[in-house]
Structure formats: C-alpha cells, structure tokens
C-alpha cells in the first residue's frame, strides 16, 4: 500500500455514523466547509487501506456466521430425521431451513431504510442478541412447532439483521476493488459452512445436540463482538425518513429483471446443497460416512468461487463473469444425469460449489452498480434480498416434490429443474446486460 492510499484512507476513514465534523479541503472556504454534505453525495471511497479492509474483517465474521448456519441446515436436517424430529416426514423438516433462508431474506427490506439512515450499530447489536438468543432456545427444543419458532423465525430474524450491514458496508469503501473485496468477505461463509456441519457431526455424538448448538452461540457471540467494533459507515446519520418498500425501484427495469435472474437462479441453486448426500447414497452407492462430508465438500469448493470469479469480474465486468459461470453451472448441473459414483459424486460437489458460488457474491456489487444514487443501496439491496428469499424458500420444496420418493424417486426431473434453472437465470441476466450496453461482446459490465 502505498502513502498516498494510506493518507486517502486514513482522512475517509474519520468518516463515520457518529461523526458531526466534516473534512476540510483545500481551497474550500469556511463557510462552505460548515455547511452539512448531501450524504447522497459521499466523498469517493478509499478502495483499499486499513479501515477499508478491516470492514472486509468484519464483513467476514457476519457471513462466517449468517451464510455458514444458513448453508449448514443439511447437518440439522440429518440430526432431526434421524432422532429429534424422526416422526415428522423430510419434506416437513425440510421447510424449517428453507423458511429460515426468506426469513433472514425478508427482513433485510427492514434492516436496509435503517443501513441507509445511518443505524449500523443499532442492526449489529440487536441482531447479536437475537441471533443468540434464538440459538440458546434452539437448544432447548423438543417439538417441531419448537424449532420452526426458534431456529426458522427468531434466529431468521437475528441473521436479517446483521446480514445486509455486511453486504452494504464494504461495498461502501471500495471502487474499483469492491467486487474483489465482496467476494473476500463471502468466503467467511464458505469456512462457516465447513466448520458448523462438522461441529454438529462430531459434538452432537459427545456431548449431545443441546451443548452443540450452545457452543455455536457462544462462537457466533464471540465473532459479532468483533464485527461491532470495527465497522463503520462512511456517511454520516441522515434524518430523512425513508420507505421500507419503495416501490419507484420497480421503476427501473434493469435492477427489476436482475432481481428476477437472481430469483430464478435461487430457486435451483440450493438444490444439490439439500439433496446431494441423498443422491450419493440412494444413487451412488457412497456409505454413509462419506455422504455426511458432501456438504462440507461442497462448501470448501465454493471458498475459492468466491474470490477468483469476483477478481475477475474486477477485471472483466461483473454481468460478464456472472453470465459465465451461469452457463458453466447449469452445464454441470446437467453433467449429474451421468456420474453415478461416490468417487464422481465428490468430484461434482467440489466444482459445484466452486462455479456456483458467484451466485452468492456477485449479486451485492451488480445491485449496486445498477444504482446511481449511493444512499439508497441498503435499501435496493434489502428488496433484492427479499425477492431472493422467496426464490430459496420455493426451490428445494420444488424440488423436494420432484424427487418424490428417494428411493423410486425421478432424480432427473430433479436435476433438470436445477439445470433449466441456471440457464434460465443466465438468459434474464443477459437479457440486462443486452439492454445496458446492446450486443457489444467486448466491453466491461
């Protein structure tokens, strides 16, 4: 890092939601450094320095917790088939995560007014609580209306909290470097969702399910303390009310028919998250040891999905990589139709997850680079969310009802689902890319 980016981020840095004081400039007179900034209009961001990547730290942390529970329900619908709920039907436990997907999604249309308004502390420390909360209670159910209460509404609401400040924030401190940056933070939920699953496998035999998911809280408190202490806006608190939905984003077509791609794609993308141990050993033949370490497999492959599409989209522009790897997706997706090995099974879950992980990372910098006006990407990011959610909560049901029968079941109804629905995702998402800069192949979007 050079001096001069040094200096750039030490003076944006004093930046924050309780700072009243403006920077002075030179060349610029009293008066008019007294006069309150329109926070619509922020100075340019850093992209790069300490506070730049200490947001990224503690972006991290947030989707390490968030995205790596999320992303682990496989782990809790295994334990709750086989011994806490054995007596509900897999597609009835089945709705607790993905229910708990538009619940964290949904809230988001909440949290972002208030990201936008300057309450960043606020969304951090109330969404600690609930989330932990809501995982001590986890530990204390015995019922299915229990859990659904616990792990699918109040911990939900907890992760919609603090997830949006995670993908709004760094977004904030970067330019150039933001998608790199997005990407970087992503990861946490890759090691999160590597982490938890083998928690659950090997605690829950010890020391039994209850203590398991207490240690969890604990991580999870442990980390947010972090997340709360080093991040920062970049503008200061702005009174002006604002809408929770408004719906004159709907007046612009191109960040409507994005969130239609991204909604399309959810509702193929966590599929194989869901259904790949099942499809390992009903298809395969893998033994079930093997089968519980897909979904970590998956997970990890999707670390380094995280960080090289979004270096190259840096690079290369964002729709570019995205429609890429969308093509790239449902092709594999596809390829499932053929392998019918443990061996294949691993194989596909590792590249799985690393081309279908940018699915997950890039739609924060393609929403914001769809929005001009910096101080209401919270807000536009926090519908978007929405709009996925509903996409998470439907598929895997979907699918679910597809599959029917896992031991007669029409698996290639299932992956064709998932297959048509990248391709499906990848033509709406071109379709916005065709009407932003028309039919130029060469040019970075």
């Known amino acids: 890092m050079n001096s001069k980016e040094e200096k750039h981020d030490s003076d944006s840095s004093t930046l924050r939601e309780d700072n009243n004081a403006l920077q002075t400039s030179p060349g610029v007179s009293s008066s008019e450094q007294l006069e309150p900034q329109d926070d619509a209009q922020p100075p340019p961001p850093p992209n790069g320095g300490f506070m730049a990547w200490l947001q990224v730290a503690g972006a991290w942390t947030i989707m390490f917790n968030v995205l790596g529970l999320l992303n682990s329900y ?10 806490l709920l054995k007596n509900e039907s897999a597609s009835t436990i089945a709705w607790i995560g993905s229910a708990q997907f538009l619940v964290c999604y949904f809230v ?42 616990a792990q699918t509404i109040l911990t939900g609401i907890g992760f919609g909290l ?47 399910f209850p203590w398991t ?25 702005n009174p002006q009310k604002r809408k929770v939905i408004d719906l004159g984003h709907f007046k612009d077509k191109l960040y409507v028919i994005a969130c239609l791609s991204f909604f399309v ?39 380094f999905g995280r960080l090289i599409p979004n270096w190259l989209a840096g690079r290369y522009g964002l729709m570019n990589v995205q429609i890429i790897f969308g093509v790239i997706s449902g092709a594999l997706a596809f390829a499932l139709l053929g392998i019918k090995t443990p061996g294949g099974v691993v194989a596909f879950a590792v590249i799985y997850g690393f081309v279908s992980a940018p699915y997950v990372s890039l739609p924060i910098p393609i929403v914001t ?77």
């Open 369 to 445: 680079s769809l929005s001009p006006d910096k101080s209401v990407w919270a807000t536009r990011l926090g519908m978007s969310f929405a709009i996925i959610g509903l996409g998470a909560l439907i598929g895997s049901p979907v699918a679910g009802a597809i599959l029917g029968d896992s031991k007669n079941g029409n698996w290639t109804g299932l992956i064709v689902w998932c297959g048509v629905m990248f391709f499906t995702s990848t033509a709406i998402l071109t379709t916005v890319r065709t009407m932003k800069v028309g039919f130029k192949l060469l040019v970075k979007v």
């Open 108 to 149: 988001c249309i909440f949290t972002g007014p208030l990201l936008d308004t300057g309450y960043l502390r606020l969304l951090l420390g109330a969404g600690t609580i609930v989330t932990v909360f809501g995982l001590m209670m986890v530990s204390l159910c015995h019922s299915y209306y229990q859990f659904f209460l």
């Open 265 to 303: 794609n959810f509702l193929g993308l966590y599929v194989f998250y869901y259904f790949i141990s099942l499809y390992a050993t009903e298809v395969a033949g893998a033994d079930r040891s093997l089968a519980n370490y897909l979904l970590p497999i998956l997970n990890a492959g999707s670390f």
């Open 74 to 83: 496989g782990q809790f619908q295994s334990i709750y088939e086989t011994d």
């Open 162 to 208: 603090i997830f949006l400040p995670a993908s709004s924030v760094v977004s904030q401190w970067f330019s150039t470097r933001s998608p790199f940056a997005i990407g970087i933070s992503v990861t946490g939920s890759s090691i999160g969702a590597v982490i938890y699953p083998i928690m659950l496998q090997h605690l829950t035999g010890r020391i039994g």
């Open 213 to 237: 998911v207490r240690i969890m809280g604990f991580m999870v408190l442990g980390t947010m303390l972090f997340a709360a202490a080093v991040m920062r806006v970049r503008v200061g608190k």
